[in-house]
């Protein structure tokens, strides 16, 4: 059994396990705060909450604060580690985001999909200090981005209070370029393998610019999906693990069951890296399950790209604002995950989801309750 627990600022999980933050609707109050419960860390993703929340709780649309300060209030009162994950690249509704989390009494913020370079003084502008009791954890996926950000939150006065170092396995955004990507070819997963290359300089770097309490913790993500490697991973020096496939293959995760179904068919050779035309607003590679019905059907009509939720969502014509400074990542022409569950709040009729999961989804062969998962992880 797992007999490590984790520790921040002001919390104290019994297991060093973090479900990560999954977007869009993948992770939202059900699934984080069962984790939650289970003495994990449970995580929301911040994206599009203003639509989702209110298909939870009833009522119109919520504002980004609203939406984000209830999901994470009602997450906390059923008695867990809340944090929230707000991907950088949500560039219009970063700052709401974190404003409504912090006010919900969010416990962690994790942010990744982009390095976020300004995040303890957007914090600071928010409580007023930094000597406050968020969490603030930046995702990276080498030492030198690591690096980075410690200098660049070195002048704001801030430390990391911890970071997720998120390898080339993950679902979701990985964080090379297409260019990496395909440079390295059939070699890829093992030139920046997380435990072989990765971890090392990237605990040399946390060693070297150390927190109140000691060295930077190190929370390992991408293909962990055992038991046994949870404690590989803290043998070789992390703190904690991060996993995102494990739980989005759960009850209740906000997959619909056909998606979750697709998962726990696929085969190994079915989950593929995108390429440019399958990316998104993040500019990076997008990791999914080749049978997804948006890939099938290979819908080309954009109803399901991110910046059309963001601009208003799915029905509406955006074609006039194709170009335009509102798509400030300037992706019209590119897809995101849907878990099928958004399209209710963006008015879709027949919604076509694509699905995602790290290398590891092919494992997956029973969705099971976040329960169970976490008794078999921690080796009950
Ligand atoms: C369906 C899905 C959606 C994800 N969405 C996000 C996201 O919105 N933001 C983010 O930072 N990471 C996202 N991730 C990455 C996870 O938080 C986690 O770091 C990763 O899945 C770990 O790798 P694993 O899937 O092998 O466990 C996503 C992962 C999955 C499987």
């Given at each position: 059994m797992l007999e490590k627990s984790f520790k921040l600022k002001n919390i104290e999980n019994r297991y060093p396990i973090v479900q990560g933050g999954m977007g869009v609707g993948v992770s939202l109050f059900e699934l984080a705060s069962a984790v939650g419960k289970k003495d994990c860390v449970g995580t929301i993703s911040s994206a599009i909450l203003d639509q989702l929340v209110p298909l939870r709780v009833g009522g119109d649309r919520m504002s980004n604060i609203e939406a984000a300060e209830r999901e994470v209030f009602d997450t906390k009162q059923v008695g867990g580690v809340a944090a929230i994950n707000i991907m950088c690249a949500l560039v219009s509704s970063y700052e709401d985001s974190l404003e409504g989390a912090i006010k919900g009494g969010v416990d962690m913020v994790v942010s990744g999909a982009g390095l976020p370079m300004n995040l303890p003084s957007q914090v600071k502008k928010i409580?007023?200090?930094?000597d406050h009791d968020v969490n603030l954890v930046p995702i990276v996926s080498s030492a030198r981005a690591l690096e980075l950000i410690c200098k660049k939150w070195e002048r704001q006065g801030y430390r990391p209070d911890a970071i997720v170092l998120e390898g080339p396995k993950?679902?979701?955004h990985i964080g090379w370029s297409y260019k990496q990507v395909i440079e390295a070819g059939a070699d890829f997963l093992k030139k920046y393998d997380l435990f072989d290359e990765l971890l090392k300089p990237v605990l040399e770097v946390a060693g070297k610019y150390r927190?109140?309490?000691?060295?930077?913790?190190?929370?390992?993500?991408?293909?962990?999906?055992?038991?046994?490697?949870?404690?590989?991973?803290?043998?070789?020096?992390?703190?904690?693990?991060?996993?995102?496939?494990?739980?989005?293959?759960?009850?209740?995760?906000?997959?619909?069951?056909?998606?979750?179904q697709l998962i726990v068919e696929a085969r190994e050779e079915d989950i593929v890296l995108g390429d440019d035309y399958w990316g998104s607003p993040c500019k990076l590679p997008f990791r999914y399950l080749k049978k997804s019905p948006l890939v099938d059907e290979d819908r080309k009509g954009?109803?399901?790209?991110?910046?059309?939720?963001?601009?208003?969502?799915?029905?509406?014509?955006?074609?006039?604002?194709?170009?335009?400074?509102?798509?400030?990542?300037g992706c019209p022409e590119k897809y995101v995950l849907l878990p099928g569950k958004i399209c209710p709040a963006t008015g879709a009729t027949n919604y076509t989801p694509m699905v995602s999961t790290g290398t590891e989804g092919y494992r997956v062969d029973k969705i099971l309750s976040v329960d169970e998962l976490v008794d078999e992880l921690v080796g009950l």
């Open positions: 409580v007023g200090t930094n993950a679902g979701g927190n109140d309490s000691g060295a930077i913790p190190v929370i390992v993500a991408g293909g962990v999906y055992t038991y046994g490697d949870i404690r590989q991973a803290l043998y070789l020096g992390a703190s904690a693990v991060q996993m995102g496939t494990r739980f989005a293959a759960t009850k209740e995760s906000g997959f619909t069951d056909e998606s979750k954009n109803d399901f790209c991110i910046c059309t939720t963001l601009l208003g969502g799915v029905g509406v014509d955006n074609s006039e604002k194709l170009g335009t400074k509102e798509f400030q990542r």
